[in-house]
C-alpha cells in the first residue's frame, strides 16, 4: 500500500510560483508512475503532468504553455510540480497520484491518491 501525502500548496500572486510536494510516507514509490491532477470547484478532476518511474520521460497536459514541470527523486520517494507564472485559472486543489502502468494519463489508471492541496491564485 501507498500512502502519498501533498505539501506546498498556499496562495500566491499571479504571475508567481510555487512547488508541490508529494511523498510517499508507506510504500515504494520509486516503483510507480506518478502523476498530478487539479480540480477546480465544481469540476472535473484533470490529469496535468505524469512522470515514468525511472524519471526518464514526463509528459503533461500540453495546455500550460510550459509553465507546469514534473519531477522526481526516487531516493526522497518523492515528486515534485514546479509552478510557474500562475494564473488565477491555474486556482484548484492539485492531488498527486502513483499508478502501477508506467504511461497513465488517465485517471482510472491510477492505483494510489493523495489527499490533495489546495493552490489558490489572486489577480
Known amino acids: 500500500q501507498v500512502q502519498l501525502v501533498e505539501s506546498g500548496g498556499g496562495l500566491v500572486q499571479a504571475g508567481g510560483s510555487l512547488r508541490l510536494s508529494c511523498v510517499a510516507s508507506t510504500g515504494d514509490l520509486s516503483s510507480l508512475a506518478a502523476g498530478w491532477f487539479r480540480q477546480a470547484p465544481g469540476g472535473e478532476r484533470l490529469f496535468v503532468a505524469g512522470i515514468h518511474p525511472s524519471g526518464s520521460a514526463t509528459y503533461d497536459a500540453g495546455s500550460r504553455g510550459g509553465r507546469f514541470a514534473i519531477s522526481r527523486d526516487n531516493a526522497k520517494n518523492t515528486v515534485y510540480l514546479e509552478m510557474n507564472s500562475l494564473k488565477p485559472e491555474d486556482t484548484a486543489v492539485y492531488f498527486c497520484?502513483?499508478?502501477?502502468?508506467?504511461?497513465?494519463?488517465?485517471?482510472?489508471?491510477?492505483?494510489?491518491w493523495g489527499q490533495g492541496t489546495q493552490v489558490t491564485v489572486s489577480a
Open positions: 497520484a502513483a499508478a502501477r502502468s508506467p504511461w497513465a494519463i488517465r485517471r482510472t489508471e491510477y492505483d494510489y
